[in-house]
């Protein structure tokens, strides 16, 4: 017998005319199921100055958030340091390795992706997004980034209400957090 996989999320993150924006759907799915709207996948983390989201399994996800903020701490907020970190502990680490999730975090001057298998991403044009409906997500924030005078804020619900509307894992129940 063959377990129904866990589907769902989008996670966008942007800079755009200095303000920092993170936005994450709120569905999560099992097989075609949808099993909760309201999931919270964005967060605020290091006393509100850093956003994090994940996708992936949700477990895997908080012990992430947990170790990662533990390295913002260690390292006095510096971003880039932590996910360097991060990603080495995430890829040595018997226990870490095994977890399956993706890691976006952000703060007022850095955008970054950091996956399990060492990877760390900052993105040319200060957006990135990942999850099932990211590429939809992604694409629509470029074009309104680059063609709208519109706030970060409104171009990533906006860029999300797009993947939710093609995407059948992601929900218009929208969590956004702005630095």
């Not at 005319?17 to 983390?45: F, P």
């Not at 860029?159 to 630095?179: G, H, K, S």
Request: proline share 1%.
């Amino acid at each position: 017998m063959r377990v129904a996989e866990f589907h769902a999320t989008t996670i966008l993150a942007l800079r755009h005319n200095g303000a920092v924006v993170m936005a994450g759907d709120g569905q999560v799915s099992l097989g075609q199921t949808v099993m909760k709207r309201t999931a919270r996948k964005v967060r605020r983390i290091y006393g509100g100055k850093v956003l994090a989201g994940f996708a992936g399994a949700t477990a895997d996800a908080f012990t992430l958030f947990e170790k990662f903020e533990k390295q913002l701490e260690q390292h006095n907020g510096n971003l880039r340091r932590a996910a360097v970190e991060l990603a080495k502990d995430w890829r040595t680490d018997r226990v870490l390795r095994r977890l399956e999730a993706l890691l976006v975090a952000a703060d007022h001057d850095t955008v970054l992706l950091l996956s399990g298998s060492g990877d760390i991403i900052e993105p040319d044009d200060n957006v990135i997004a990942i999850g099932s409906g990211g590429n939809y997500a992604l694409a629509a924030a470029r074009v309104l980034m680059k063609h709208t005078a519109l706030d970060a804020r409104t171009i990533a619900e906006e860029a999300m209400r797009t993947a939710a509307a093609i995407c059948i894992y992601t929900n218009d129940e929208l969590t956004v957090e702005v630095l």
